[in-house]
């Protein structure tokens, strides 16, 4: 059977000279869109439709086939069967409330669809009447308010969420979906926020509703008064906040798993291995078996939790030893195969098992494990769009973890330690590590380790400047917690340092081909100030006097670095142009730096001249260090523990409407209406009368 006979809903008779039959749906759909009243004849007309099983796709392209004339024509008879189906939604007669559900699904999409240029106005009139909107907006909120909060099957309050998925996705930018006032004024809130304390319905239903509310929480922020940011902001009971946590942690969880799953694959045995090396020949990049679509919605999920909601940061740090077993459903909810990774909610066989084996030898893990593992794999790959946007809401949600006391608090506690081992990229210059067992260390050791393992593996000719930035501004927060209280963490602090370096290498040879794109000058200040943090205040935060000795030890063995850095930066500010200052600025910046340098060379060719030495081992160089602290000078610099705090307005208003677009498109892809198997609702209400 064609396309389009399937669409038309058509039955043949076994002869084939007879005319195909419509079913009786779709000769009912047909006299919606005839002028007269289809109640007129029948006046039970609207009882017998909800009765008959929906056909979606005829429905969605008959509406869609409608031209502006016809419209005026037809509106009285949508804005009827828009009326009826919020009355349905009331009936006791489950199979009307399913019907009445995909009806207004397709009634939002094929609206929408035929009348993009159109104004919100317009849309709201065709639908509902605008005259009428307001009662029929309402009346349907509040139904599925009680459907949501009722006892009702969880098929029914699956199809609750995904109509209101559909509704919030069907214009690109939310913000322009005008409808959504009426959803604001009667808020939906808590009807949303009930699903997530349960264990069972989490299991169902949390992922649609978590992703839901960051959605709802997007519509005009800037613009109005939003009160799903207002309620978000206020939540402080833990069964809530925990149950929001949980979404999170199993979908990013089951995604990391998966990746794993796939990268063990990649690796597994020699002929695997061969495999591969052919593969390679014929694919342009041979990692690109390892790319797993990334999940920027739940991403949005737990930024609008954390940037929001203070209370959530305690959530971060609850240890799940295993998450937590859902019994299973009478109906699965149906999948679509073809769905990439990522995109939609964990699979049921994640959220009805226990959490698979974690680390070797850890016994617990929690949110923010989750979270780190799962920033390790997307922050490796940055030139795809999406997975550049994913690393860069990672650092955005780091961001704000890093400026909280609370959180910096638990990040260092040294009675919380967990092992969490990062994803590392496969780079030539460096050996792939065999000894996987990651030492036990305070949480802030593993945020640390992912800036500088993408400090050190980012430096190519596309250079992502601003997550660099947004690295370095992260080490540089959480540098000034330890300094501020005195936070002595045992760290291996010359890996960053080391990094840091080859960053302003990397600047200083590649000068002319970045300047053309970005002001360099001003990550080689925030570069050049962490040293001069290290350097002013290294003495009440590093853990041993010999860890500060080292920093002079690396400063002094790459002074050429330093050296370089000054003579660009002095040449810039001498001469006339638009990196004037901002060049200035880094030359003042280097003066201990350059005090350290010039005060320790001579002093070191000194000794080994006077001793015959013609190269000094670290153990020399660090004594002639030790002994010539007394008589070096340096500048007390201000502000140096000083930072910008995060601000979403206006710095990052264009990202997230850019991010919120992508993730309303992607939502509305997967929110296929033929995946809530009419015929599996069908069948769980066949028995109800």
């Given at each position: 059977m064609s396309q389009v006979e399937k669409k038309a809903g058509l039955l043949r008779r076994t002869s084939s000279s007879k005319k195909p039959l419509k079913e009786k749906v779709v000769l009912m759909y047909d006299e919606i869109f005839a002028k007269e009243d289809p109640a007129k004849n029948n006046p039970r007309f609207w009882d017998e439709l909800f009765l008959m099983k929906v056909n979606l796709e005829y429905l969605e392209s008959k509406l869609e086939s409608v031209d502006g004339e016809e419209v005026q024509r037809i509106?009285?008879?949508?804005?009827?069967?828009?009326?009826?189906?919020?009355?349905?939604?009331g009936e006791e007669h489950q199979i009307k409330v399913v019907n009445a559900l995909q009806t207004l699904c397709a009634l939002f999409r094929?609206?929408?669809?035929?009348?993009?240029?159109a104004s919100g106005f317009d849309i709201i009139n065709m639908l509902m009447g605008f005259d009428k909107a307001e009662l029929r907006m309402k009346d349907l909120m509040e139904s599925l308010d009680s459907l949501l909060c009722g006892e009702g099957s969880d098929s029914l309050k699956s199809l609750c969420l995904k109509l209101l998925l559909c509704l919030v996705t069907v214009t690109?930018?939310?913000?322009?979906?005008?409808?959504?006032?009426?959803?604001?004024?009667n808020s939906i809130f808590e009807a949303i926020l009930q699903i997530l304390p349960d264990v069972s319905s989490r299991g169902q239903h949390g992922y649609d509703a978590v992703v839901l509310l960051a959605l709802l929480v997007n519509y005009r922020k800037y613009e109005s008064v939003n009160p799903y940011i207002v309620k978000l902001s206020i939540v402080d009971d833990e069964p809530n906040l925990n149950g929001m946590g949980m979404v999170v942690h199993q979908a990013l969880t089951e995604y990391n798993r998966q990746y794993k799953d796939k990268e063990e694959e990649n690796q597994g045995g020699f002929f695997s291995t061969l495999s591969n090396m052919v593969g390679s020949m014929f694919i342009a990049d041979a990692d690109e078996k390892l790319s797993v679509q990334t999940n920027e919605a739940i991403l949005l999920a737990l930024y609008e939790a954390v940037h929001l909601n203070r209370n959530f940061i305690t959530v971060l740090a609850q240890s799940h030893p295993e998450i937590d077993m859902v019994g299973t459903p009478a109906t699965p909810i149906p999948t679509t195969p073809t769905t990439p990774l990522g995109t939609t909610p964990p699979s049921l066989d994640m959220m009805n098992n226990p959490e698979l084996p974690l680390d070797p030898n850890l016994q617990t893990s929690n949110l923010l494990i989750t979270f780190l593992k799962y920033a390790s794999i997307v922050m490796q790959d940055t030139k795809d769009e999406h997975r550049l946007n994913s690393a860069r809401l990672c650092l955005i949600i780091l961001t704000c973890i890093a400026e909280d006391q609370y959180a910096d608090a638990f990040l260092h506690d040294d009675n919380m330690n967990f092992r969490v081992n990062l994803h590392k990229m496969?780079?030539?210059?460096?050996?792939?590590?065999?000894?996987?067992?990651?030492?036990?260390?305070?949480?802030?050791?593993?945020?640390?380790?992912?800036m500088v393992e993408f400090i050190v593996t980012h430096m190519m000719k596309d250079f992502p400047m601003d997550l660099y930035l947004r690295c370095v501004q992260i080490i540089h927060k959480l540098i000034c917690y330890?300094?501020?209280?005195?936070?002595?963490?045992?760290?291996?602090?010359?890996?960053?340092?080391?990094?840091?370096?080859?960053?302003?290498?990397?600047?200083?040879?590649?000068?002319?081909?970045l300047l053309a794109k970005y002001n360099i000058f001003h990550l080689a200040l925030l570069v050049v100030n962490l040293?001069?943090?290290?350097?002013?205040?290294g003495d009440t935060f590093l853990p041993t006097s010999n860890s500060y000795d080292e920093l002079y030890y690396e400063i002094v063995r790459m002074h050429q670095v330093f050296d370089n850095l000054y003579c660009m930066v002095l040449r810039v500010s001498t001469n006339t142009g638009q990196w004037k200052e901002p060049a200035s600025k880094v030359t003042h910046a280097l003066v201990n730096v350059r005090a350290i340098i010039n005060h320790f060379n001579p002093k070191i060719e000194s000794y080994a001249a006077v001793n015959h030495i013609s190269q000094l081992s670290e153990e020399q160089v660090l004594e002639v260090v030790r002994?010539?602290?007394?008589?070096?000078?340096?500048?007390?610099?201000?502000?140096?523990?000083?930072?910008?705090?995060?601000?979403?307005?206006?710095?990052?208003?264009?990202f997230f409407k850019e991010l919120v677009r992508s993730i309303s498109l992607n939502v509305r892809k997967n929110v296929s209406l033929n995946t809530l198997s009419q015929d599996v609702l069908l069948k769980e209400f066949s028995t109800i009368s």
């Open positions: 509106q009285d008879n949508i804005n009827s069967l828009f009326h009826h189906c919020v009355q349905a939604l094929g609206v929408h669809q035929k009348n993009k240029s690109d930018n939310i913000s322009q979906n005008t409808i959504l006032e009426y959803v604001m004024i496969p780079m030539r210059h460096r050996k792939k590590a065999v000894d996987k067992t990651t030492p036990s260390r305070p949480l802030v050791c593993a945020v640390l380790d992912l330890q300094k501020k209280c005195r936070i002595r963490l045992h760290y291996t602090w010359r890996e960053l340092w080391s990094a840091l370096i080859n960053l302003l290498k990397f600047l200083l040879s590649n000068e002319t081909t040293f001069n943090m290290f350097i002013t205040y002994s010539n602290y007394d008589t070096l000078t340096l500048k007390l610099q201000d502000g140096l523990d000083q930072f910008e705090r995060y601000s979403e307005q206006p710095k990052e208003a264009a």
